[in-house]
């Protein structure tokens, strides 16, 4: 029997829609029918599509079945939509949410509370690892969660830590859980589905694009209550992440560094413009303190606007 999320899912198949075109559809019909009844003409004067893709969506509108292919494909892995009761609260409170997510592993890791996003370059330097041990170790023991984009360095170094120290992290990939990137760290994809969770907002076979790693960040941000960003350079997709954590009204806090370090200059730059300065974890779990109850409250909220 079709439901609206089945409906949805669906059509956030087509590569022909976008996350800003599915909002389009369900602020015009939260039961996601309409569309599904659009002539190719109405397709094109509502949602201002060429001839070309109107006229291939239509097409992929009328295949539409409960039991297509592109739905049974997905019955290996989780997915969420933002209809559904158990969509990630703190996702659903950010500027420019995910309609669908798609999943790997546990869970209940996306009610976990406290969750501390963990960026940084993907060339750290030789203390990083000393570092983030420091850091984040007395954290991990205390049962808080990581978020990182398992990508080479920083993050890397970050679900491994949680991971082998018996801790909970979650990973935010750029593209399908077909492709995890990068190629390196498959047997690290592969661990973190088994034992902790690995999440995308993109269709399992979709090949990571370099116009998904921004948008990826925002969901490493959105899914803490602050972003730590450990080494980064004064141009780098974590500031971009910094950015998209202060827009969410998430904290952001940073590790300083020797002055001559290049991998420092990112993290200087942040602290100078209001990032907390972080020099033990202490400091993160007094900010963490300041704040938690708004954070319990998002948790507990089970409504999402559109």
């Not at 109107?54 to 969420?80: C, G, V």
């Not at 902790?196 to 209550?225: D, K």
Request: glycine share 4%; with cysteine; net charge neutral.
């Amino acid at each position: 029997m079709s439901s609206p999320r089945d409906r949805l899912i669906y059509l956030a198949q087509s590569s022909l829609v976008t996350r800003k075109f599915l909002f389009k559809v369900l602020k015009e019909d939260r039961e996601c029918s309409q569309i599904f009844q659009h002539s190719k003409q109405e397709i094109i004067d509502f949602y201002r599509l060429s001839d070309k893709k109107a006229e291939a969506l239509f097409i992929y509108l009328q295949q539409y079945d409960p039991k297509h292919p592109n739905l049974e494909k997905l019955k290996p892995y989780k997915t969420w939509t933002i209809l559904d009761a158990d969509f990630p609260p703190l996702l659903s409170n950010i500027p420019d949410p995910p309609i669908v997510l798609y999943g790997l592993g546990r869970s209940d890791y996306l009610t976990h509370s406290p969750s501390l996003a963990v960026v940084g370059t993907r060339n750290p330097s030789h203390l990083a690892k000393k570092h983030m041990y420091d850091l984040l170790k007395p954290l991990i023991d205390e049962d808080w969660l990581l978020v990182s984009g398992m990508a080479n360095g920083i993050d890397g170094y970050s679900h491994r830590i949680a991971d082998y120290y018996g801790g909970k992290t979650i990973a935010v990939l750029a593209g399908g859980l077909n492709h995890p990137y990068p190629p390196e760290h498959l047997e690290l994809f592969q661990r973190l589905t088994t034992k902790q969770l690995v999440l995308s907002e993109y269709a399992p076979y979709t090949r990571p694009m370099r116009h998904q790693f921004p948008e990826r960040n925002r969901l490493i941000s959105g899914l803490s209550f602050a972003t730590l960003v450990v080494e980064a350079k004064e141009r780098s997709g974590s500031l971009i992440t910094a950015d998209q954590a202060l827009e969410q009204g998430r904290e952001v806090l940073a590790v300083p560094n020797a002055v001559s370090l290049e991998q420092a200059k990112g993290c200087h730059y942040l602290i100078q413009n209001g990032a907390k300065l972080i020099q033990n974890s202490r400091d993160i779990v007094q900010e963490w303190e300041a704040s938690k109850q708004n954070w319990e409250q998002i948790l507990v909220n089970k409504e999402h606007s559109l």
